[in-house]
């Protein structure tokens, strides 16, 4: 199939040919994008339109990844303000959604969630993955699905959706950290753990096993956080994520309270009981990394790790303001991602991260639209162990996203700022493995609000409640 561009983003010298796609982008005309397979085998600047050929007007983006995703959050949004909420009252009615979900429940809310995605431009998500057994614990039956139910529900739901799932499974065995070191799991937080590492790895193992000949899954890990990850823990998950070639996420310094705990317990921040653990390095990405100290930013810097910043959720729960271009200048690269959900729109976290570096210094553009757009694009994409997509390029995926220029949001920009005003609303078609998954801002799989009033509906009909007005957890 071949797409006709009335503009496009191309990177580096904007030729199409394979290599010659690094360095800033800018916007093109008329570009015609030809695809087999899923994959751009050609990109000619300044073509003509052909008969045949997909036509995509206003500024066509590569596809955009989000990095981190909760995607059950989503039940969440516009419930957990009464009284002003908190952190741990969000939390409170997280746990009572987690406690509802069953495979097939898990898999309707997903598709809704993924497919709200894709309509602002998705083409990738990871997933990071922790409600894995029944709410009483024990893994699902065979009758269920077995021990790896809800994680065929999430490919499952992204198959359907159209977007590109980096499973990133969680190991989670602990439900917290005191002074006198880690606690066991809550009740509420039962089905998250699999006991041990070795049998977190088996389970992981046999997924990767089951997915292996499924090229629009990959399998990653994750450590849920030093809190409920112990050090050699830690080590154990870093060394399966090595030994995999697998990317390793964590969730690092969201809140205070965790580098106190951490500071209490072992005497050191959790970004050095990281480090000392073997667990940061090109292939982990640290997410939120909102409190650091300068010590902690040089480690991730010197290490290479990545750093996924959510805006919108770090200012919806109050967490804070990352140092984005503190991290980006010790070596970390930046991704984006939208987390528990209160939007879903990753060219406005992309944004955010500018906005918030100008909230932190008084200054605008520490980060130009270039580097914006790579944060939405080619370092989530390979934060997601998709080194090759995020571009449009000779040999990347076939992933394309249209942005409306002529909406009242968009319209009498200049197309290069346009990440700087655009937003979800403004996508109007998404290309992911060369097949059209929104067109004329209407998902292939239909009212994608519908689907998404009814299952959230159903899930807190079975959370036994209506509302989440949530208690300290």
Same mark, same amino acid.
């Given at each position: ?34 695809? /087999? ?7 000619? !600047? *300044?073509?003509?339109? #052909? ?17 981190? #995703?909760?995607?059950? &959050? ?6 957990? &303000?009464?009284? @002003? ?70 490919? #499952? ?18 439900? @917290? ?53 112990? !050090? ?9 994520? %090595? ?23 072992? @005497? ?9 653990? *073997?667990?940061?390095?090109? *292939? ?5 990394? /909102? ?39 010790? @070596? ?8 528990? &959900?209160?939007?879903? +729109? ?41 080194? +090759? ?26 197309? $290069? %700022? $346009? ?55």
């Amino acid at each position: 199939m071949t797409f006709w561009c009335e503009r496009a983003w191309l990177s580096g010298g904007g030729d199409g040919v394979r290599g010659s796609d690094r360095g800033p982008g800018r916007v093109v005309e008329s570009v015609r994008v030809e695809t /087999v397979d899923g994959r751009i085998v050609a990109v000619e !600047p *300044g073509a003509p339109a #052909s008969d045949g050929d997909v036509r995509l007007g206003g500024l066509v983006l590569p596809g955009l990844a989000n990095t981190h #995703s909760h995607a059950f &959050h989503r039940a969440l949004r516009g419930r957990t &303000h009464a009284d @002003g909420g908190s952190f741990w009252t969000w939390r409170a009615g997280m746990y009572a959604l987690a406690a509802a979900l069953t495979p097939t429940l898990y898999e309707r809310l997903a598709r809704a969630v993924f497919a709200e995605m894709a309509l602002g431009g998705t083409t990738a998500v990871g997933e990071f993955h922790y409600v894995h057994h029944r709410a009483d614990g024990s893994p699902h039956p065979a009758h269920e699905g077995g021990p790896n139910a809800m994680a065929e529900a999430l490919r #499952s739901a992204a198959r359907d959706a159209g977007v590109h799932l980096t499973l990133l499974d969680t190991c989670y065995l602990h439900g @917290g950290l005191g002074p006198a070191g880690h606690e066991p799991l809550a009740p509420e937080q039962v089905r998250f753990g699999d006991g041990t590492v070795e049998a977190w790895a088996h389970r992981l193992d046999a997924l990767r096993t089951a997915w292996a000949d499924d090229d629009r899954v990959l399998v990653g890990a994750a450590a849920h956080s030093v809190r409920a990850v112990a !050090p050699s823990e830690l080590a154990g998950v870093a060394r399966w994520a %090595q030994q995999a070639g697998a990317p390793l996420h964590v969730h690092l310094s969201e809140q205070p309270g965790e580098n106190e705990a951490a500071l209490a317990a072992f @005497g050191v921040t959790p970004t050095r009981l990281l480090h000392d653990a *073997g667990a940061l390095g090109p *292939g982990t990405t640290a997410v939120h990394a /909102v409190h650091l100290t300068d010590d902690d930013v040089a480690l991730l810097g010197a290490s290479g790790t990545g750093v996924c910043l959510c805006p919108t959720t770090e200012r919806d729960l109050a967490d804070g303001i990352a140092p984005g271009v503190r991290l980006l200048r010790a @070596g970390s690269p930046l991704s984006v991602g939208t987390d528990q &959900h209160v939007g879903a +729109d990753v060219l406005a976290e992309a944004r955010g991260v500018e906005e918030h570096e100008r909230l932190a210094t008084g200054r605008r553009g520490s980060f130009d639209p270039a580097t914006l757009i790579e944060l939405a694009t080619s370092a989530g994409h390979a934060a997601l162990g998709r080194p +090759d997509a995020g571009r449009i390029a000779v040999g990347a995926p076939a992933d394309l996203v249209a942005v409306r220029l002529d909406t009242a949001r968009t319209a009498g920009i200049d197309p $290069a %700022q $346009a990440i700087l005003v655009a937003g979800a609303s403004d996508v109007s078609d998404v290309v992911a493995r060369g097949e059209l998954v929104v067109w004329d801002g209407e998902h292939r799989a239909g009212d994608v609000a519908r689907m998404l009033t009814d299952v959230i509906d159903e899930v807190w009909a079975a959370a036994g409640q209506e509302t989440t007005q949530g208690s300290e957890a």
